[in-house]
Each structure stands twice: as C-alpha cells, then as structure tokens.
C-alpha cells in the first residue's frame, strides 16, 4: 500500500544551475578556464558543443524563473560569475554591466517569489588568474577570489539571504590535477592537489570573512560532494582504504567548512609522506573562525573502495592509500554510467547527523544525466522521463527517512531546472524538468517537471 511521504513546513523544493553552464557568452566578461579549454581544444567536447550560447539564460531569465515557478519550484541556486562581475581581476572593481545583470536576475527571482541561492564559484577560475599565477595553487589567487567574494557582497548583500562560496571544491583538484578529465587536464599531481585543497578552505573562510564583517542579515554556506565510500569487505585493508577516501575526498572540506579544522588522521599521512600544504597560523587562524552556517550537499553516485592495488606512483597520489572497487551487480545508470543507490542520500544526513553537530543543510543537487533523451518525447511535445521520476522517488524517500529520524535537512534542490551545459560533456547527459531544444532555444516542460510541482504543493508524495 502507499503512504504519503510528507516533509517538513517551508522545505526547499528546486533545482540548480551555475553562471557558465546557463548564461552563455555575453557582455563583457572575462574568459574562465572553461571557455579557454573550448576555444584551444574543442573536439574535447561532447559534439562540440561550447558555453557561447549555452541556455541563454542571460537573454530568458525572466522566462525561466516564470517556468521554474510554474513548476512549483519555491527556490533556485545559480552563481555569479567571477569573470562577469569583476573588472578588475587585481582590484575586484565590479563590472556595471555584470552588476546589471545579476541585480536583474534576483529581482526577477524575488518577483516569482524563488528564493535565491548565490554561490560564488563552479569551476570557473578566470584564465588570466591560472596562467599568471597557477590558479588555485597561488594564494595571491585566493586573496583575488576574496576581493571577488567582497565586491559581489557589497552589490548584491542584503538583496540575498542564502550564499555559497564553492561548488563542488573537491573536483577542482580531482579533475585537474589527479585525474585529468577537467582543464588543466593534469594527472597524478598528488602535491600540487593538496595544496589546492588548502587553498581553496583557505578561500572559502576568506570569502567567509568578509561576509561576516559586513553584518548581512543573510547565511552563508558551502556546497560540498559527499561521496560515501564503501569498503568491498571488512577486512582492515578495505576498511582503511574507505577510511582514507573519505577522508581526502568529503573530510577535507567538510570538516574545515563545519568545526574549521582538518581532518588529524589526513594530516598525520599527509605529513609522513612529505606532501602536507603549506600554510601559516594566520591562515589556520582564518578557517578556523570563519566556519558555515549551513552546507548544501551534491550527491548522485557512490564510491566503492578497496585496499590500494597500485604500489608504485612517480609522484603522490591519493590512490596509494585505496583503489576504486567495481562492485559486481551494482545497479547502473544506463545513460550516464553511473551507479545508483538512493541509500546513500541516508547515510549521508545520518553522518552530518551524528558527527557534524546535525549543521542545517540541504540536497544541493541530485539528478539523473540521460542521453538521447530525445527519444522519449511525445507527440504533444513533452518528454515522459518517469526514468527521472523513480529515480527522485526514490532518493527523496531515504532523504525523508533520515528527516523523520531528526536530520536537519531543509530542502531539495535537483540537477538542473532546465538542460544546461556541462563543461566537456556539453549537452550529452540532460538532467532538466525543462527540456531545451538547442536549436531555437525553445523550452518544454518534461513529465517531471509537473511531477515537481505536484510534490511542491503538496510538500510530499505517494509511494
Ligand atoms: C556535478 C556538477 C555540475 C554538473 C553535474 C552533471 O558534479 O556540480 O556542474 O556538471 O555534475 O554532470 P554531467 O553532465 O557530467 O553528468
């Protein structure tokens, strides 16, 4: 028999975007490492498909926040771009274009009555900053994002309540430099990597700072990927190696971000095998005191580990310590190759829960990527993803689950209200409610799209 899964009064039902995947090249902005990745290597990319136009979210936002609300969506993320705001990259002079067009883009926000969350960066380092000075690596670097952050709270600071500093931190060094799938597209720079998660906490309490001097009335928060990792077995190896993984891959900003320190047992090998950052008291001081009010969580996979297979590195990497474990029978994402497993949406709130002082915090994003989706479109026009609909259902149960036993969580925001652009994977994997034909830009509403707005008006749903 169904039950009704009700959530509690005033929770958060949307989705999120960011700047460089939604607005398009417009105005006069500065190019990020995204766009300079497109323009120097384009076959990098899914049809090579680049951000120029992307969702044209700079020309349609009155019309996309219309649609949103339409969906019965009572809140919104998307970011600011640093190389659209500022001028000045050195000085943090804002642009007065920019400036323009994100006031514009909270008005039109507030006028649907959406509640906006302003996050501050989404992989979109300014080219100038990485090629001058080494991007995150540099701490002149982090001083210019906090003169970023400063300006885009003197503009627009009592106008927001919720802010983000960092989406998705961990992925700057993981795609960079470990792993190779995002620009700079380095592999097995273990020490250059820990220095940018340095970096970027260190980046996150400046930004934190500033917005605490400044006596908003507003929270400031970050969003963080917490990726459960999954030993294979019992056994000590596997055990160690989860413990590590969670340890380098979710402590080492989700700790920082909540208690403003870091994790003892990440610093002690990091420390025995000579790759520990470099940082002052000063610095140590800084995350220490400027602590989140909330955090916002991205999940859409696992990650299942092992003991390391791998004894050998040129240089240190993370992986001396665990190896990614492909557990037979996992049930997969057909499109997107990834597994899914709604449980974990549980285990997460019960960790921040139990070990993390229940902080206030809310699914930031969680979707399902399809490709081709074309395919499932209708004759009236709507595509009938109940593929994404089952996969909501689901998670969205477990999150419930966690709720009903005491988690703090506050909302749910999926991935994305309408298609948009995915770095190199461009427009291959669709996660919208609002599907976007890239020819003309015309929007339509997918089956889950009315489904959100049935579960937003009544705060929950059969199952
Ligand atoms: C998240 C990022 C988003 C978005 C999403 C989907 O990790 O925060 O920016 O890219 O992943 O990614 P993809 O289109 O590669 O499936």
Redesign the pocket.
């Known amino acids: 028999m169904k039950e009704k899964i009700q959530f509690p009064k005033d929770f958060w039902w949307g989705a999120a975007t ?1 700047g460089p ?1 939604s607005e398009g090249w417009y105005g006069k902005r500065h190019e990020n490492v995204m766009d300079y990745w497109y323009r120097v290597q384009r076959n990098d990319f899914f049809n090579g498909v680049g951000p120029d136009v992307a969702s044209d979210f700079y020309h349609k936002y009155k019309d996309d926040f219309a649609m949103c609300r339409q969906i019965g969506m009572n809140s919104f993320r998307t970011s600011i771009q640093w190389t659209r705001l500022i001028k000045d990259l050195e000085t943090g002079e804002p642009d007065p274009e920019g400036v323009q067009f994100y006031k514009d883009v909270i008005a039109e926000a507030k006028k649907n009555g959406i509640i906006l969350v302003m996050n501050l960066h ?2 979109d380092m300014p080219i100038e900053l990485l090629q001058k000075y080494g991007g995150w690596e540099s701490k002149h670097v982090v001083e210019l994002f906090a003169k970023f952050a400063k300006t885009a709270f003197e503009a627009f600071g009592n106008d927001i309540e919720y802010w983000t500093t960092f ?2 931190p961990m ?1 700057i060094p993981e795609a960079g430099y470990l792993y190779g799938f995002h620009y700079p597209k380095l592999v097995g720079k273990g020490k250059e990597a820990v220095q940018i998660i340095f970096n970027i906490n260190l980046a996150s309490a400046m930004a934190i700072q500033e917005y605490r001097k400044m006596h908003l009335n507003g929270e400031i928060g970050i969003i963080l ?1 917490l990726t459960p990792a999954y030993p294979r077995s019992d056994s000590k190896e596997d055990l160690d190696a989860a413990a590590f993984a969670d340890d380098f891959f979710n402590r080492s900003f989700l700790d920082p971000a909540v208690f403003g320190t870091f994790p003892k047992t990440l610093i002690e090998i990091l420390k025995k095998d000579n790759v520990l950052w470099e940082s002052d008291e000063k610095e140590l001081e800084i995350i220490k005191n400027n602590t989140v009010d909330f955090i916002g969580v ?1 999940y ?1 996979h696992p990650k299942r580990v092992k003991a390391p297979e791998a004894d050998h590195f040129e240089n240190w990497m993370p992986d001396r310590y665990f190896s990614d474990y492909d557990m037979p029978g996992k049930r997969m994402n057909p499109y ?1 190759g990834w597994e899914i497993f709604p449980k974990a949406i549980y285990d997460i709130a019960k960790n921040v829960q139990d070990n993390y002082g229940n902080i206030k915090w809310f699914i930031s ?1 969680n ?1 399902m ?1 399809v490709e081709g989706e074309e395919k499932y479109r209708k004759e009236n026009g709507e595509i009938e993803d109940d593929y994404r609909i089952e996969f909501y259902e689901e998670h969205l149960a477990w999150l419930n689950k966690a709720i009903q036993e005491g988690s703090n969580c506050f909302g749910y925001h999926a ?1 994305t209200p309408f298609d948009c652009w ?2 190199n ?1 461009a427009y ?2 669709r ?1 919208g409610f609002i599907a976007i034909d890239l020819n003309d830009q015309k929007r339509t509403i997918k089956k889950s799209g009315y489904w959100l707005k049935d579960v937003a008006d009544n705060n929950g749903y059969e199952y």
């Open positions: 960011s995947q989404h992989f989406n998705e992925v990927n991205n859409y997107r994003e979707g990527g991935w995915s770095w994977n291959k994997n996660y």
